[in-house]
């Protein structure tokens, strides 16, 4: 027997719904299944994607449905779900992605014998939306040291596999709003806490990239976006005036200067 364990997700408009229908699939078909799947409504939804809700709801008593009268952005769907789950383990999965068969197992096999853990992540296969063919790996580093020593220049998860214990998050003040930087703004809190945190060596998941991602990953709000990502690290103190300095000029000249055909190669090369 495992310990009960939630699975956090959140849905928008603009979800597909086969593609959520193939992500719920994953995570109930998983050699370990959750004790509840909570998933955040966040905003109106299409009746198409409403109806996929429906029938998983009816058919798995697992299935929580939390609908918001208005779409407030991933940060705060988040937060108020983490709220809704009644277990300390809890794993994110995205609307769109696909976890491996084993990943939760393997999950809480870690939090079984590394009970200090606060947050644990894994590798991702990268996919074509479409035809599900593979498009690169992503990988991050593993060590409690190496996270912290990455968390400095980039996020060092990939947000979408990670498990964490909902006490050690709260306690850093949950996820807040912050554009595009979530989960790399709670991470940093919880190492400025002193939380433990791993990467798996294993890729636990299949995540639907658009090979246009890349280019559009680009931009002033973008950058803004970034910028105020690495002043947050400096005011943590997790990095010195000169790291911050050089996180700007970097970003500056990526998601400004590049343009976006380089910098479309640039991520799925550079950064994978």
Not at 81 to 97: F, H, K, P, T, Y
Not at 101 to 111: M, P, T
Not at 146 to 151: A, M, S, V, W
Not at 182 to 194: F, I, N
């Amino acid at each position: 027997m495992h310990p009960a364990f939630s699975v956090l997700m959140s849905v928008y408009a603009k979800d597909r719904p086969a593609w959520v229908r193939q992500a719920l699939d994953s995570v109930l078909s998983n050699t370990a299944k959750p004790a509840e799947v909570v998933i955040v409504i966040d905003g109106p939804i299409p009746a198409d994607l409403q109806a996929v809700l429906d029938e998983f709801s009816s058919k798995f008593q697992q299935i929580q449905l939390y609908p918001l009268e208005k779409n407030g952005g991933l940060g705060p769907a988040l937060a108020y779900g983490i709220e809704q789950c009644s277990n300390e383990l809890v794993a994110r999965m995205d609307a769109d992605d696909i976890s491996l068969s084993d990943r939760f197992e393997k999950q809480l096999a870690y939090f079984a014998s590394h009970p200090k853990t606060a947050v644990l992540g894994g590798q991702i296969q990268e996919i074509d939306g479409e035809s599900l063919a593979p498009v690169a790996i992503r990988t991050v580093p593993q060590t409690d040291a190496e996270i912290k020593r990455f968390l400095k220049t980039r996020c060092p998860f990939n947000h979408m596999t990670v498990m964490f214990k909902k006490s050690a998050v709260l306690a850093v003040g949950n996820y807040t709003l912050f554009h595009l930087m979530e989960d790399y703004y709670l991470w940093a809190r919880m190492v400025a806490k002193g939380y433990k945190m791993t990467n798996l060596p294993d890729i636990v998941l299949n995540a639907r990239v658009d090979t246009a991602m890349y280019g559009r990953r680009g931009g002033w709000k973008y950058f803004k976006s970034n910028l105020a990502m690495s002043q947050k690290l400096r005011e943590l103190n997790l990095i010195s005036w000169p790291v911050h300095t050089f996180n700007a000029l970097v970003r500056f000249c990526v998601q400004v200067l590049m343009p976006n055909t380089v910098r479309s190669y640039f991520y799925r090369k550079a950064l994978r």
